[in-house]
């Protein structure tokens, strides 16, 4: 037993030698593989080295050669460059000799001018100044009729042309602008549907109709008239109200001063929708814009206000449409035209509240609302009393002419005109030195011609200012008058 545990135990230690052998031996064989691949591998890299060492000799090589012809051609440019600015500074040389050479001519010509010069004013006896002076002279006796003659023809020409022109603008526009016209009338009388109705708007001792008159503002005739009632009062406005209050009372029934303070005070508000609306409608129909507020309810006014049976607004809405054609024509602003033209009666609203001349009041208005000074110059320049200096001012005058002398545009019969032109000229004869007066331009001049004797040239004028005073306190005329003064000497003598 111990002899098979012995024989186990050296069986092991042998196998376990043999294995440690085994495993030297195997590990002298690797390190020879190991140092044989190292060997090999140096071999390689030495190869490769050499081979990369060879490439790096070529490529220098070649670059050398390149950078040796960059050289060589720098070379050759530079030399190139050098021969040209040689050249370049020879010509500059000459170009210097040569303008030398000229300056010397220049001179030399100045001085043979001067002596030719000196020469024929010694022979002629005259300056060179005089000599100009003299051939102007014959010149401008040569052809100064011929100039004259020409200078006519072209200043005629050019008026019939112009008038021409004129004429076609403005029929243009009339034509394109024409309609019906119906000459109204502010309603200054309200029918009664019968006689009681005529006690009834009295009231008991007077008291309704009192009542009617301090709410409205307007004086109530009953008894002028069978069967109307009439209003009087400068205020169309007021005239309105008074006018649509008794309407809606005889239309309603009842009538007492509570009734009439409440009726009255619905007439003012829709009289004052109908002005408001009235102001509106007359922008859109015009296309203007831009017009401040209170200027649009002066403008809606003019809805009842009456120029000798012509409807104001109606008239200035007419005007605007007809200026704006005028002033694209003419080349002038349209959209100040046609504010001016709209604009320019909008004095006549509150002419019964402000004393002056409604083309002066319009002015003032418009200037106190901010608006353009072209447009405050047209308006106040639409009659003759100042001077239209802008295109558009001369638009809005003729515009006005045009509107307002249109047939049955206005209803002055032919009896009251010209009882008003014997009257604007008997009132110009009345005074001391007149030998003639004669109202032209359908009363808006009245020419007035006085004794040269008699009549001075500063009385002139004090006589006109004085004929211009009385019209203003005499007369009632729409517009302004113009009152031309003339005083004329003549010196006559015969030959025997």
């Not at 004085?466 to 517009?479: L, N, R, V």
């Amino acid at each position: 037993m111990v002899g098979i545990v012995i024989g186990g135990l050296v069986g092991a230690a042998l196998g376990v030698g043999g294995f440690y052998a085994y495993q030297r031996t195997r590990q002298a064989n690797g390190k020879s593989q190991i140092e044989r691949d190292i060997a090999e591998a140096k071999s390689k890299a030495s190869d490769i080295v050499l081979k990369a060492k060879d490439e790096a000799l070529k490529i220098e090589n070649e670059r050398r050669r390149e950078w040796q012809k960059t050289e060589n051609r720098l070379a050759d440019r530079e030399q190139t460059l050098d021969r040209k600015l040689d050249e370049l500074d020879k010509r500059a040389e000459k170009l210097r000799a040569h303008e030398d050479e000229v300056d010397n001519l220049k001179e030399e010509i100045r001085t043979i001018r001067t002596r030719q010069q000196e020469k024929l004013e010694k022979i002629a006896g005259l300056k060179k100044k005089d000599a100009a002076d003299k051939l102007m002279q014959m010149t401008e006796r040569d052809i100064k009729n011929d100039l004259v003659g020409l200078v006519s023809k072209l200043q005629h020409e050019a008026m019939d042309d112009a008038e021409e022109r004129a004429q076609m603008i403005l029929l243009t526009a009339m034509e394109r602008m024409s309609s019906e016209v119906t000459a109204e009338r502010t309603v200054t009388a309200v029918k009664l549907t019968d006689d009681e109705m005529k006690g009834r708007i009295i009231g008991k001792e007077g008291r309704n109709i009192q009542a009617l008159q301090r709410e409205t503002g307007v004086d109530i005739l009953v008894d002028d008239t069978p069967g109307m009632i009439v209003l009087s009062s400068f205020d169309p406005i007021r005239r309105q109200v008074a006018r649509l209050s008794l309407e809606m009372l005889m239309k309603d029934g009842r009538i007492h001063p509570a009734r009439i303070e409440e009726v009255v005070a619905k007439a003012k508000k829709q009289i004052d929708k109908e002005v408001k609306q009235a102001g509106e409608d007359a922008m859109r129909e015009t296309g203007v814009v831009g017009i401040p507020k209170e200027m649009q309810r002066l403008l809606g006014e003019l809805k009842f206000r009456t120029s000798y049976g012509q409807n104001v607004l109606k008239h200035s809405t007419e005007m605007a449409q007809m200026a704006g054609v005028i002033a694209e024509e003419i080349g002038a602003d349209v959209r100040i035209t046609k504010i001016a033209t709209l604009l320019h009666d909008v004095g006549k609203a509150v002419t019964h509240k402000i004393e002056g001349k409604h083309h002066h009041i319009g002015a003032e208005l418009a200037r106190k609302y901010g608006m353009d000074e072209r447009i405050v110059h047209a308006i106040e320049a639409h009659h003759d009393d100042i001077e239209a200096t802008t295109p558009e001012a001369l638009i809005v005058r003729v515009c006005d002419a045009a509107s307002a002398a249109r047939p049955g545009a206005r209803n002055i019969s032919a009896e009251n005109f010209a009882e008003r032109m014997r009257d604007l000229e008997n009132v110009a004869t009345s005074f001391n030195g007149v030998d003639k007066a004669y109202a032209i331009s359908a009363g808006r001049e009245v020419r007035v011609i006085v004794r040269s004797e008699d009549i001075d040239d500063l009385s002139a004028f004090k006589l006109s200012r004085d004929i211009a005073t009385k019209i203003e306190s005499t007369m009632q005329y729409p517009g302004t008058i113009k009152v031309n003064v003339i005083r004329e000497t003549r010196a006559i003598e015969y030959a025997k």
